[in-house]
């Protein structure tokens, strides 16, 4: 169930970090910067020209392969987890997160560092409530080639438990809690990543972890160590005193936790399961988590989401001041009255809109459709919808006065009950898939009275003014 209880919060002030991001080797650069309200946690690849921006949704997954990474319009942003883990621990829900290069540093290989930099910027409790999803039935998930399995449980408030189990005597079985996202910072945060020699190895020899020192992970040794072995370490690392501790960990580090590698699973699932793209409230529970099913069951929440949203009148207060006015909207549309049917903007992000109309006996439609019993047309229905969804659109492009977008398909347009004048509309439309290549596809309702009466899948296509076709 969707709700709206605390606000919405950002940073009070910009912070950078420097480190090399683990798999690619890059020096990198991270700046979190504060947000408007509504803008989610959107990645910034400010080293590519024009830059990048990628909201933080399983929309935008792109790989999970030992970590997590999203991509739009064939940019990457490479191992996001700790960083995304740091921010819902934190409940930071609007940030810019800017990066000059393809992959998030890795730093101590936990969120420490991050969280450490984002509470010295602080927090910003900002002016609108945030949208939270309270899970009232059970969701679970599972793994068959890994018997993996999460489930969320109705609960008022968010908890996570995580049971691990490698199958062998150096790390066996472990679990780990998190009893409220308070207690991220100081439970779990500090819990590093870690890996099987036999994997650091196999990796190594892929041309991975090429930014990996080994003060950022935590190593356990569960087969037989060859002096050959031992020799491609020290040239690796660059150090002759590698060697196993009795405890079964090579002697880089120090564990923080016994259950150190449990924490760590628990961190991945927290910072996987924000490309949901809302905070969940529900006790979580996960058997042999990992990147692969912590994306399936982000992707299973946010479906679950989704339907809930289309189903739901969206709650704004008609009386409030919208985000945008009639004049701001024509700033961002060429649309103009009277072929303009969308009065104002309540909710903007970049993957949804909100907005209304307010449909009037003056509209010269009436006087034709029909004489005695005016009724607004459906086409002219699709049309406000279409104007609302092209705000979104336009709202992800960095000069929107420059672009035009053009239907291409409408499918699914279905008339459930009739618009009347004195009706006020609400169109409340989403992205049903990245925009690529200038293509846009929108699932939108329309309400009246907190009833759907239409609703449509649109297909735009956006075009620059310059390559417009011409009469």
């Known amino acids: 169930m969707l709700q709206k209880t605390v606000p919405q919060q950002t940073l009070s002030n910009e912070v950078s970090l420097k480190g090399k991001g683990l798999h690619t080797g890059h020096d990198v650069t991270i700046t979190f910067k504060p947000a408007p309200v509504n803008t989610g946690i959107v990645f910034i690849r400010v080293d590519v020209n024009p830059i990048v921006k990628i909201p933080v949704t399983i929309k935008f997954l792109a790989s999970t392969d030992r970590r997590t990474t999203i991509a739009k319009d064939g940019v990457e942003i490479n191992t996001v987890e700790h960083v995304l883990a740091s921010l819902v621990g934190l409940s930071i829900d609007n940030c810019y997160i800017e990066l000059d290069a393809p992959e998030v540093p890795i730093m101590e290989g936990a969120s420490q560092t991050f969280v450490e930099a984002l509470e010295k910027s602080g927090v910003q409790v900002q002016s609108q409530l945030k949208e939270e ?282 008339f459930k009950r009739p618009v009347f004048p004195g009706d006020t509309m609400i169109f409340s439309l989403e992205l049903l898939r990245p925009i690529r290549g200038g293509i846009s596809h929108m699932g939108g309702r329309i309400f009246v009275n907190g009833q759907v009466t239409t609703e449509a899948e649109l297909l735009a296509k956006i075009v620059h003014r310059d390559n417009a076709p011409q009469s």
Do not use: C
């Not at 039935?137 to 018997?147: E, F, L, V």
């Open 133 to 414: 999803y309270l899970v009232t039935k059970p969701i679970a998930y599972s793994d068959p080639k890994t018997g993996g399995e999460i489930i969320v449980l109705p609960s008022n408030e968010t908890s996570i438990h995580v049971m691990v189990d490698f199958g062998t005597s150096v790390l066996g079985t472990q679990n780990a809690k998190l009893e409220k996202i308070e207690d991220f910072a100081t439970e779990i945060a500090s819990s590093r990543t870690f890996s099987f020699l036999h994997d650091l190895q196999t990796m190594l020899d892929k041309g991975l972890i090429k930014g990996g020192d080994l003060n950022n992970a935590i190593v356990y040794v569960d087969k037989p160590v060859t002096q050959d072995n031992l020799r491609k370490l020290h040239k690796v690392f660059g150090r002759t005193d590698i060697k196993v501790k009795p405890n079964g960990i090579l002697n880089n580090l120090e564990l923080h936790h016994p259950n150190e590698a449990a924490r760590h699973k628990l961190l991945d699932l927290l910072g996987d399961l924000a490309l949901v793209g809302t905070p969940i409230k529900g006790k979580i529970i996960a058997s042999k988590p990992g990147h692969y099913i912590n994306s399936k069951m982000a992707q299973k929440i946010a479906s679950t989401i989704r339907k809930e949203r289309r189903l739901k009148m969206p709650n704004i207060d008609l009386n409030a001041k919208p985000l945008m006015d009639v004049n701001q909207i024509m700033k961002m549309l060429p649309h103009r009255p009277p072929f303009l049917f969308v009065d104002k903007i309540f909710e903007l992000t970049s993957t949804h809109v909100v907005g209304t109309k307010n449909v009037t006996i003056n509209e010269n439609f009436f006087q034709g459709h029909f004489p005695g019993a005016p009724v607004l047309p459906g086409v002219l229905q699709i049309e406000g919808m279409a104007q609302t969804g092209g705000v979104l659109v336009m709202n992800n492009y960095e000069n929107p006065q420059d672009y035009i977008t053009f239907f291409a398909k409408i499918e699914t347009a279905r």
